[in-house]
């Protein structure tokens, strides 16, 4: 279905949206730089897991204001079923964006280390035994407790930004600017959203609390963001982008172990590299998308 042919709210209900969702993203931000909150302190995941729904939120208040039906009006930007089998693509993205961002290290002469090794020096005997396993067997099980992850709970807590990034601004802004257009657009929003959580708290860059990690993860939101549109588009529902977003998150734990010494600006899962094979990615997915949905506008 081309999504410019249903009822979509206006720039009204766009603007809506942006100010229900960045404002209660942002006092939860200063909130929790006011009473200097940690990560340390299960109170700073409990708000950060509420902060990912601010943009479901701000879905709702545009549907409440609008006078429509919430449960219909979700499924109308995507909160359904869609094509099941998406959801393999779904989970092997975040893998690609792994394995093609340690083979462009290799070949960089980035360092590049072994997770499950970083992972039993920074925790020494504290695995009860479990260091004498097998490192491969060991990584092994970790990549796929992150796919389980990852299409789970992890999903589910993603649910709460897809159904607003690539659910109710893809339906705004598809029939406007098309798609790869509107996933740069909604990359952007992303990434913003994002801006006093990095400059405030230290998120992702706890070394770079500036603007330049803030312009670094908005590009490297852009790149996510339009893999992630294509899944949102190919498989007609917002849980194909979550299961991504959440197996990318349960992911960058070993990303980040894989590398330790390099600057998070520079390596997985945050950095330039991280921009690159996430680019390659997007490539591969946009592909998949002209192929598969050939009717939808590409820009």
Not at 76 to 91: A, R, T
Not at 199 to 213: E, K, V
Request: charged share 10%.
């Amino acid at each position: 279905m081309d999504l410019g042919s249903r009822h979509i709210p206006g720039l009204r209900g766009l603007a809506l949206y942006l100010l229900a969702t960045f404002v209660s993203a942002y006092l939860l931000d200063i909130f929790t730089y006011t009473f200097g909150i940690s990560e340390q302190n299960i109170l700073y995941t409990i708000l950060l897991t509420v902060r990912m729904y601010t943009p479901f939120l701000g879905v709702v208040t545009v549907g409440i204001l609008s006078k429509q039906k919430i449960s219909s009006y979700l499924q109308s930007i995507g909160l359904k079923l869609g094509m099941l089998k998406i959801i393999f693509p779904s989970i092997l993205a975040p893998y690609l964006i792994y394995g093609i961002g340690v083979i462009l290290a290799v070949a960089s002469g980035i360092p590049v280390e072994n997770p499950v090794s970083i992972l039993l020096i920074k925790l020494g005997g504290a695995l009860g035994g479990l260091e004498r396993a097998s490192p491969t067997l060991l990584l092994t099980i970790m990549l796929v407790a992150a796919g389980i992850g990852g299409m789970t709970i992890n999903a589910l807590t993603a649910l709460g930004e897809e159904i607003g990034w690539r659910g109710f601004l893809i339906d705004i802004l598809y029939s406007r600017f098309g798609v790869i257009p509107s996933a740069v657009i909604i990359g952007v929003i992303w990434g913003l959203w994002h801006a006093p959580l990095i400059i405030l708290l230290g998120y992702n860059y706890p070394m770079h609390r500036d603007i330049t990690a803030v312009f670094v993860f908005t590009i490297l939101c852009i790149s996510w963001s339009i893999t992630l549109v294509a899944l949102r588009l190919i498989g007609g529902s917002v849980i194909y982008p979550s299961v991504m977003h959440g197996t990318l998150n349960a992911l960058s734990s070993l990303m980040l172990l894989s590398f330790y010494e390099v600057d998070r600006l520079v390596g997985l899962p945050l950095g330039i590299l991280s921009i690159s094979s996430s680019t390659i990615v997007a490539l591969i997915y946009i592909a998949l998308l002209w192929k598969t949905k050939p009717y939808y506008k590409l820009i």
